[in-house]
């Protein structure tokens, strides 16, 4: 079917009909959203947190599957009819033992050679203790200027950009 779609995509005429057909057309319940997912592309949805304390010191964790870049900030992909908060916060409990409150929206951002996209939020730890978990080995606050050796890359360019901007409203 997907192959289908975008054969008709490609032809300006058909094309033209199709989004008439669809301005107008009652199509059957659920029909529609067939079509949209058969359609449109597909893209995974990450979700992470900046968590700073009150020295303005970065939460970080330390993973276990990727020794060349350990640390990063805590977070994940959603899953299937999960909102992004609510992702970010099961996230982090699951993986660190500790509960977050977002406190707001940071960035989006979508890969420039994947099919993702990652919801950015600014939180706090507000209970539980840390445990480690299958995913997670260690956690810790960092220093700004201080941050340890193995950070992702992609956190480390979404921080730099955080602190410019940051640094721009100042």
Same mark, same amino acid.
């Given at each position: 079917? %997907? ?20 301005? @107008?057309? +009652?199509? +059957?319940? #659920? ?9 449109? =592309? ?8 900046? $968590? ?13 599957? =990727? ?13 299937? @009819? ?6 970010? /916060? ?18 989006? %951002?979508?890969?420039? %050679?994947?099919? *993702?996209?990652? $919801?950015?939020?600014? #939180? /706090?730890?507000? #209970?539980?203790?840390? %445990? +480690? *978990?299958?995913? $997670?080995?260690?956690? #810790?606050?960092?220093?700004? @200027?201080?941050?340890? =050796? ?6 480390? /360019? ?9 640094? =721009?409203? /100042?």
């Amino acid at each position: 079917m %997907r192959n289908l779609v975008e054969f008709l995509m490609r032809i300006w005429p058909l094309n033209l009909l199709i989004t008439l057909a669809w301005r @107008h057309f +009652p199509f +059957p319940k #659920g029909v529609r959203s067939r079509i949209m997912r058969s359609a449109n =592309d597909r893209f995974l949805v990450g979700v992470m947190i900046v $968590i700073l304390d009150e020295q303005d010191r970065l939460f970080l964790v330390k993973n276990t599957y =990727d020794p060349r870049y350990a640390w990063g900030l805590p977070g994940g992909w959603m899953g299937k @009819h999960e909102q992004p908060s609510e992702c970010v /916060r099961r996230e982090v409990a699951e993986e660190t033992g500790y509960e977050v409150t977002i406190d707001r929206l940071l960035a989006t %951002r979508s890969h420039p %050679r994947l099919p *993702s996209v990652d $919801i950015v939020y600014r #939180g /706090r730890i507000t #209970g539980g203790a840390f %445990r +480690p *978990s299958a995913e $997670i080995s260690e956690a #810790g606050y960092f220093g700004l @200027h201080e941050l340890p =050796d193995g950070l992702t890359p992609i956190h480390q /360019r979404l921080l730099e950009w955080l602190n410019a901007s940051t640094e =721009d409203e /100042r």
